[in-house]
């Protein structure tokens, strides 16, 4: 997989954390389903790199890998029928995968936490926040059912949720929206973990609420020096938090970019598609772009460039070679750090 | 539901406004909850306080367990005292309350009063006993199978279904048949062993609902172990219908006692029990009927009591089903 050797040398981490390892690197992710109908693969040699106190936005439309690879690193993939034929996931420098069921799950929560898309349905409905919020610290710091009311209050506070002291003993049901994220958010919070993977997690969330969550998000993370894995496919709610972006597409990193240059200058007809796709007010009147035809179908992506068969640009090329990642550059040739673009014309696409 | 229930507008607004109001006052993110916390229990008992049924069957339940707890509060008499010579079969003296000729003698000249009373101990020990063990058992069973699935689901419910198939009044009296002295805790266990598949099919499903759930994900996500998974976030969610099937079973188990005992291979002499005694009062049918129908009695209020009790505890947990 010459493609992949490549990827990784080229957008190279932007300094490395403890003891010369990165936060998070995952190194040539592959994950694939056996179902029915053969095998999915949903995910085909992804890399990635996040830094303490660094924001990755992974962004992609549903089934182009993006929460099946956070799946992977929070080891709650279901297995079967998923599958995980190849690839790294290293912490700290130690691949997760070939760590015992025990160590990964000491690391959840302490060192890695996920906030979930849908909080209303992941919160236990028949308990109430305070016990939820509490359990965290029972579970794995062993505090006394008192303390860890306490520590849930201050919990709740953090997070900015009003009268948190009266509402500690609510259900899950009795909260808004908005403030049952925030619950999530400081679940995912309690321990103060390395970093967080958000999946989706204003996805479910009415608009005005959306910026209100991402602040808050933001705000902490800063505070904490957390690393960010941002999991979207708002491409407006990654623009203010975000430091870099991944863009997927059918299980392959398609195009890394710092995320300002992304949206200026894209390197990869896909993303050029989504940003045109955004309905703009000066715009009015004229007919909306949309990207033509549907996402591949994972049990037969098609040869070459995933993207080919729905890509203007495409040619013969792209129908039999898949692109490699590769490090994309000015026109006069000098370097774009971070930059990337899995995409056989990306010198056409960027400047043309 | 649960928001409806629990704002109820007691001003003389237009209901359009009132559902407005519960919405509102569930989405403010700003000030104390509009009313208690109120979980899916507390919700429940909010229900229960105000079903007749509920009320009725209750207090029912409750003077039963007196009873089968302390007889000797309700009468003198001992259901053992035969007195042939002065008491073969003497008819009921329906104005005589809570004295032991109120409901006549039976062909032992033991007063029938003090039998039912003494007996409810036995049925009701019957009920419970079983109904606790098939809980417990069944319970676990189909949670292992549902959470685990595979090979664990396989064997399992495999089991499930072999039990399943023996029919539950064969199965019983070819086990209870092999003892010779048959007490209480003979018949319950061989109940018990008979008849947890139910609940363990029950539990398995709902097991199987709740595992996919994003809670459980979210909570495996932040470093909960498999069996704080099952205890903390599984079972109370899956507790409800196990709930609902084991309170209507329990009627189901004292008439299944009754009915053993009635075809002499259940509770014998001398334990006193109700089936036993409308086994023993056969032979007087024609000319002494109130011998079987005292007991009988005793036996349908305490299977319809049980059965109300269960029937409104599944409207209460799952409103859905009413």
């Given amino acids: 997989m010459t493609i992949i050797d490549k990827a990784a040398e080229a957008p190279a981490p932007r300094g490395a954390g403890e003891n010369g ?30 830094d303490a ?17 956070a799946q992977a690193i929070m080891g709650i993939l279901d297995m079967p029928p998923g599958r995980i034929p190849k690839g790294e996931i290293l912490f700290r420098g130690e691949d997760m995968l070939t760590m015992s069921s025990d160590e990964r799950r000491r690391l959840r929560g302490r060192k890695i936490a996920m906030i979930f898309q849908d909080a209303l349905s992941s919160l236990n409905p028949v308990l109430s926040v305070g016990y939820q919020l509490g359990e965290m610290f029972r579970v794995h710091q062993g505090l006394s059912k008192k303390d860890a009311k306490a520590k849930a209050i201050e919990l709740m506070d953090r997070v900015k949720i009003p009268a948190a002291r009266a509402r500690v003993n609510d259900y899950p049901h009795q909260f808004s929206g908005g403030m049952r994220q925030r619950i999530m958010i400081a679940m995912a919070l309690a321990l103060e973990p390395d970093l967080i993977i958000a999946d989706e997690p204003t996805t479910a969330l009415d608009v005005t609420v959306q910026a209100q969550v991402m602040e808050l998000l933001a705000e902490l993370q800063r505070e904490y020096n957390m690393g960010l894995i941002l999991i979207t496919h708002d491409l407006g709610v990654v623009a203010d938090v975000a ?3 991944a863009v997927m597409y059918a299980g392959r990193i398609v195009e890394t970019a710092p995320v300002h240059e992304l949206y200026k200058r894209p390197a990869h007809p896909y993303t050029r598609g989504l940003l ?16 033509k035809g549907l996402p591949p179908n994972l049990t037969r992506i098609p040869t070459g460039c995933a993207f080919n068969p729905r890509c203007p640009k495409a040619d013969d090329l792209c129908r039999t070679e898949i692109p490699a990642l590769a490090p994309v550059t000015e026109q006069d040739g000098s370097e774009l750090p971070g930059r990337g673009s899995a995409c056989h014309f990306w010198k056409e696409t960027i400047h043309g | 539901m649960p928001e409806k229930t629990a704002t109820t507008p007691e001003t003389d607004v237009t209901v359009e406004a009132a559902t407005a109001a519960a919405v509102d006052a569930s989405v403010t993110d700003t000030g104390p909850a509009p009313d208690k916390a109120r979980s899916l229990w507390s919700d429940a008992w909010h229900d229960l306080r105000r079903n007749p049924l509920f009320l009725v069957s209750a207090v029912l339940i409750f003077i039963l367990l007196v009873i089968a707890a302390f007889p000797s509060l309700f009468t003198s008499a001992s259901p053992r005292d035969a007195d042939l010579v002065n008491h073969y079969l003497q008819a009921p003296n329906w104005s005589h309350f809570f004295s032991p000729d109120w ?60 039990f399943f198939g023996i029919p539950f009044l064969l199965g019983a009296l070819v086990i209870l048949t092999s003892f010779e002295k048959r007490e209480v805790w ?14 363990a099919r029950v539990a398995r499903g709902s097991v199987i609902t709740i595992k996919q759930a994003d809670y459980v994900v979210a909570a495996k996500a932040l470093g909960a172990s498999t069996s704080r998974i099952l205890v903390k ?65 005793m036996v349908s209020i305490t299977v319809l009591s049980f059965l109300m009790f269960g029937d409104a505890v599944r409207n209460a947990l799952d409103p859905k089903l009413r």
């Fill in chain 1, 21 to 50: 390892h990165p936060l998070l690197q995952v190194r040539d992710l592959h994950v694939e389903f056996h179902t029915r109908d053969g095998v999915a693969k949903a995910v085909n040699g992804v890399n990635y790199t996040v």
């Fill in chain 1, 53 to 69: 106190g660094e924001t990755l936005a992974v962004l992609g439309e549903s089934g182009s890998g993006k929460s099946v690879t």
């Fill in chain 1, 243 to 245: 430091d870099k972006i």
């Fill in chain 1, 276 to 291: 045109d796709s955004i309905p703009r007010l000066d715009q009015k009147g004229q007919e909306l772009y949309a990207i």
């Fill in chain 2, 103 to 162: 409901f006549g003698y039976d062909g032992q000249g033991r007063s029938i009063y003090a039998r039912v009373l003494y007996g409810a101990r036995a049925s009701i020990m019957v009920g419970v006993g079983v109904t606790v063990l098939v809980t417990l058992l069944g319970t676990l069973v189909g949670m292992l199978a549902g959470y685990f699935g595979g090979w664990v689901d396989t064997l399992l419910s495999r089991l499930t279904d072999v």
């Fill in chain 2, 186 to 199: 003979v018949v319950i266990l061989a109940l018990a062993f008979l008849g947890w598949t139910q609940i």
């Fill in chain 2, 233 to 297: 976030h599984i079972l109370p969610n899956a507790l409800a219908p196990i709930i609902v099937v084991a309170t209507i079973a329990l009627g189901g188990y004292i008439a299944a006692e009754a009915t053993l005992s009635f075809l002499g291979i259940g509770l014998t002499e001398p334990t006193v029990s109700w089936g036993v005694d409308v086994s023993s009062a056969r032979e007087q049918l024609r000319n002494a009927p109130h011998v079987l129908i005292v007991p009988s009695v």
